[in-house]
């Protein structure tokens, strides 16, 4: 890692305190967050010995991962481990850290170049998130396992919740996917039937292909976007088919407690009409 310290002014450091204080943290060497802060573009066009964050990032992200596992698995959850993995991915996503970056106001601290600044790279959630990951990784080689282990937990213990009690955005992709391979053996192909726009409001037309069958087209402002909107439309098609109706694959969502919630709830419905004690 290189040592920019020496090009950061006085105001740039009061920025970065700020942020900090936010946070509730501090750098040792408040470098490593001005590292994590500046965009390639950026680095780009200073024309210097500037290092970008992407590095950084890339350390943010397996650490990130590592610590969200470890949480759910010493919860005592009641998930299996695909839905283990499946609440993992939903935290450590894109929109998720989008999410974080937004709460934490990072892209007013963000170094970018002015061709991104011009195209609104600023507020755009793949640079945000990716800013995210690459601020803990900073604050892991500043401050080592322990303190940085705290702030993902602070920044992202709300989103885990959210995802526990089951109000998280649906992952329609996994569930498609899940259920193709487990009918099919095979999995679902995407492909981008049409684009519209100027590259900063870029629209984006996918299909999605199931063995002959093609379902869409999902939209969106991203690729990701727009398959998960086609694996949507694909769902609502298959669930009107018998033969493709799946229990595990529709439950996913719910934990093994809930689910049993929910059958005893029928069964005392069916029992109270018959006249019967549910709990034998």
Do not use: W
Not at 63 to 92: C, H, P, T
């Amino acid at each position: 890692m290189k040592n920019n310290n020496q090009h950061i002014c006085s105001k740039r450091k009061d920025e970065l305190a700020k942020l900090q204080k936010q946070l509730g943290i501090r750098f040792k060497n408040v470098d490593l967050l001005n590292t994590a802060l500046s965009h390639k573009s950026y680095v780009n066009e200073s024309g210097s010995d500037l290092e970008n964050n992407e590095k950084l990032e890339f350390l943010g992200d397996a650490f990130l991962g590592l610590i969200v596992s470890d949480y759910l698995y010493n919860q005592n959850l009641y998930f299996r481990e695909g839905s283990l993995a499946r609440i993992k991915s939903y935290v450590v996503s894109e929109a998720t850290l989008h999410r974080v970056g937004q709460e934490i106001t990072i892209h007013d601290y963000l170094l970018i170049g002015r061709g991104e600044e011009k195209t609104g790279g600023r507020y755009r959630r793949a640079l945000i998130g990716d800013s995210v990951e690459a601020l803990i990784g900073a604050y892991f080689l500043d401050s080592g396992y322990k303190q940085a282990r705290k702030l993902v937990e602070r920044l992202f213990l709300k989103e885990i919740i959210k995802v526990e009690k089951n109000r998280h955005e649906k992952d329609y992709k996994s569930i498609l996917q899940e259920l193709v391979q487990k009918k099919f053996k095979t999995v679902p192909q995407y492909t981008v039937i049409n684009t519209e726009g100027p590259d900063h409001r870029r629209k984006f037309f996918i299909n999605v292909l199931l063995k002959k069958d093609t379902y869409g087209p999902g939209v969106g402002k991203s690729k990701k976007q727009a398959e998960q909107n086609a694996a949507h439309i694909a769902l609502k098609s298959l669930k009107s088919k018998k033969r493709f109706r799946d229990p595990s694959i529709e439950n996913v969502q719910y934990n093994d407690k809930e689910v049993r919630k929910k059958r005893f709830v029928r069964r005392s419905k069916r029992a109270k009409n018959c006249g019967t004690d549910v709990r034998t």
